[in-house]
């Protein structure tokens, strides 16, 4: 395999988690019966352009598909955040009713619906037929297709240029970077800004976040990468936010490079510096990542089995990508872990990929009252501590198996 920036030929690996399903592939009754389609799931480093990346096995179009069941606007914390990004925007950046804006992966409408409320002109692309309904339900005009450079150029048969163009957790999940990149920079107006959030790498490499590998994450991105394809396709960064989301993320922000007229921060350098200073344009610093990520999977391994000896049962709440990673690495099926409490409805009634275990409502949860109840994504556990808080009424106690096994 060639790395999809630079297309240098790749030798390095990370991390091989063995293989699983698309993560956000969840079955039905009727697809129980059917075999899955797993793919290997091994990660590569570029050693020219420092890129981290899945290995090639599968494309965007099966891993994104009508039946896609992650809808952001889910998660309270993750409104309260895209609410707060709004006004940030309109404060600071004088996004008005006279402006246009733009998001690609618009998901449900989490965060346009707020630039609507305020008159603001938005549009959303969105390739998933079943989050670009739920938008299409809040009164936002979406484009339900995958962005890049083609699409770009027929947006601007219709629409204005953009004056902010938001990309929230998507950059890692396209396999073409750089003509996804180009798109912005076709679509963006010469003083127009666009911003960007993705995990960090190197917050994932020091606090052993492997189970944000999956086949949708094509990319795991570091400022220093990104700057260079940013630059390569006529943008800038002017200005890089560290944001608590999703376990540690950048918020990155851009501009055309000939005609912005932002001054860079000195955040970017600061930044910068720590990656390089961290290690990570240094091949050693990657090393023995795998034997933290198989710790982890021991551990639960033994707790759950522990668990079954002492007759204690134990259950999953949130049904995440990163919770589908973690369950096929460890080999983890219902018998050690009797369902997984979701209150999204489109998973409800589901069953997990790989591990086929079943998804349930809260009020399965409520009436079952189990013993131990893990936290699949520990990203959200403080939101979901709260949310579990009646839990506690007949003793159940909760935990996360990342970084390490924890009760909280």
């Keep these: 395999m060639k790395c999809r920036n630079c297309k240098t030929e790749l030798s390095f690996e990370l991390i091989d988690l063995g293989s699983a399903p698309p993560s956000n592939a969840y079955l039905n009754k009727n697809s129980l019966k059917s075999p899955e389609n797993w793919f290997p799931l091994r990660v590569m480093i570029c050693k020219k352009c420092w890129l981290v990346q899945t290995e090639d096995y599968t494309d965007a179009n099966l891993l994104f598909d009508s039946n896609y069941a992650y809808f952001s606007g889910f998660s309270e914390s993750w409104l309260i955040h895209s609410k707060k990004y709004v006004q940030s925007m309109v404060e600071n950046y004088g996004i008005n009713q006279f402006s246009m804006v733009v998001e690609v992966a618009a998901n449900d409408g989490y965060l346009l619906q707020f630039f609507k409320e305020l008159n603001i002109p938005c549009l959303g692309i969105e390739p998933t037929a079943s989050t670009a309904a739920a938008a299409k339900d809040k009164g936002i005009d979406i484009i339900q297709d995958f962005f890049g450079k083609d699409l770009s150029l027929k947006i601007l048969e219709k629409y204005d240029k953009a004056d902010l163009i938001v990309a929230n957790n998507v950059l890692a999940h396209v396999p073409n970077i750089n003509d996804f990149v180009q798109g912005f920079s076709i679509l963006l107006s010469d003083h127009g800004i666009a911003t960007f959030e993705f995990p960090h790498l190197l917050k994932l490499l020091l606090e052993n976040q492997f189970d944000t590998i999956y086949h949708e994450h094509f990319s795991y991105l570091s400022l220093l990468t990104i700057k260079e394809i940013f630059s390569n396709n006529d943008l800038e960064i002017f200005n890089v936010e560290e944001l608590p ?130 936290i699949l994504p520990w990203n959200l556990k403080d939101e979901l501590k709260e949310q579990l808080n009646y839990a506690r009424n007949w003793g159940a106690k909760i935990l996360v198996a990342l970084p390490n096994l924890n009760f909280i």
Excluded at 255 to 282: A, F, R, Y
Excluded at 339 to 346: K, S
Excluded at 348 to 369: A, N, T, W, Y
């Design 245 to 374: 989301t999703h376990g540690g993320s950048l918020r990155v922000f851009v501009q055309k490079k000939e005609s912005g007229n932002k001054k860079i921060k000195k955040s970017v350098n600061n930044i910068l510096s720590i990656e390089k200073e961290t290690g990570l344009m240094d091949e050693s610093f990657y090393l023995n990542f795998y034997k933290k990520a198989e710790k982890v999977k021991y551990e639960l391994i033994s707790f759950l089995i522990n668990a079954k000896k002492d007759g204690k049962k134990v259950v999953g709440y949130g049904a995440a990508a990163k919770g589908n990673t973690l369950l096929n690495y460890a080999g983890i099926r219902d018998d050690l872990i009797s369902y997984i409490v979701d209150r999204n409805p489109a998973k409800q009634e589901k069953f997990m990929p790989g591990s086929r275990i079943p998804i349930v409502s809260e009020d399965f949860l409520k009436k079952d009252r189990p013993d131990y109840i893990l």
